[in-house]
């Protein structure tokens, strides 16, 4: 059941020039802090993919930080930040490992210059002539100055962007409210009895199977309670599989799905109490047999 205010919700914030300019100012920060970052775990370790992956990971929790805290939701603006953060963490890290040589800890390549510098170069029996016909340059194999060849600079940002667009996904679905300015957080989940579930599938006029196992279900609003409530009800198939339910209520399915929910943990507290109370009490030694 998708109303108009929740299909508005779930399409993600509106875009406002303020969140663009903090993106704008956000990304590029981002990005050369991690490529410093990288930077140093790389001169520990041996040159590979796993660091710009990394990065990419911790670039795209850290632009989730900054819209969650920011309370930004315009998703096209946070895709756009986060694979421009990548990008320029990439370019540093990889402009710094070309600097560098990409030496790790021993440095290794600094004591091999400074024993070739040390050595007397002598002299040329003869001079070379140049070619008779120049050499084009193949952009293909170009590469820096020490080796680098840009495929695998492309490569590299390539991973990063990837790592952290991946990580920005799952964040970015959650649903924005632009009233308040919030993103949907959980207000209240758990698993519920196959009564309850049939109950509340039949409120929120959900299809559900005869059998199936282990029901749950989730309620999300905004921080500032000013939208609609999204419910999600789960549960098992007998044969395999999970289904997955998303229902936006207003206020009155929410009285009547909140009224379900209470009944079925007074039940269970009234069940609880009767076990307890039906448990035998251990006689005392104490206290001597009438």
């Excluded at 096209?76 to 990008?87: G, K, L, N, R």
């Amino acid at each position: 059941m998708q109303t108009a205010l929740g299909r508005q919700v779930s399409s993600g914030g509106r875009f406002t020039w303020t969140g663009l300019a903090a993106m704008i100012v956000s990304a590029p920060l981002v990005g050369l802090t991690f490529a410093r970052v990288g930077e140093v775990v790389q001169s520990y370790l041996a040159p590979s993919s796993l660091v710009p992956v990394l990065m990419g990971v911790f670039i795209g929790l850290t632009i989730v930080a900054i819209t969650r805290f920011g309370r930004f939701g315009h998703r096209s603006t946070i895709f756009s930040a986060t694979v421009a953060a990548a990008v320029v963490a990439a370019v540093g890290y990889e402009t710094a490992l070309g600097g560098t040589g990409a030496v790790g800890a021993t440095g290794s390549a600094s004591a091999c210059l400074d024993a070739t510098l040390a050595k007397p170069v002598a002299p040329l029996a003869k001079p070379v002539a140049p070619p008779a016909k120049p050499v084009a340059p193949n952009e293909s194999t170009y590469q820096f100055p020490l080796g680098r060849p840009l495929q695998i600079d492309a490569f590299f940002a390539l991973l990063a962007a990837a790592a952290a667009v991946m990580v920005t996904i799952p964040a970015v679905r959650v649903p924005y409210c632009d009233r308040c300015g919030s993103w949907f957080r959980t207000i209240r989940n758990g698993k519920i009895d196959l009564p309850t579930s049939r109950r509340l599938a039949e409120l929120l006029d959900v299809d559900r199977p005869d059998r199936v196992r282990s029901p749950r279900y989730r309620l999300s609003a905004c921080q500032g309670d000013c939208g609609p409530t999204r419910c999600e009800l789960s549960w098992e198939r007998s044969g395999g599989g999970v289904d997955l339910a998303r229902v936006w209520l207003d206020d009155k399915q929410r009285s009547e799905v909140v009224a379900i929910l209470d009944e079925l943990n007074l039940n269970e507290c009234e069940a609880a109490s009767g076990r307890n109370n039906a448990k035998p009490q251990a006689a005392d030694p104490l206290i001597p047999n009438p």
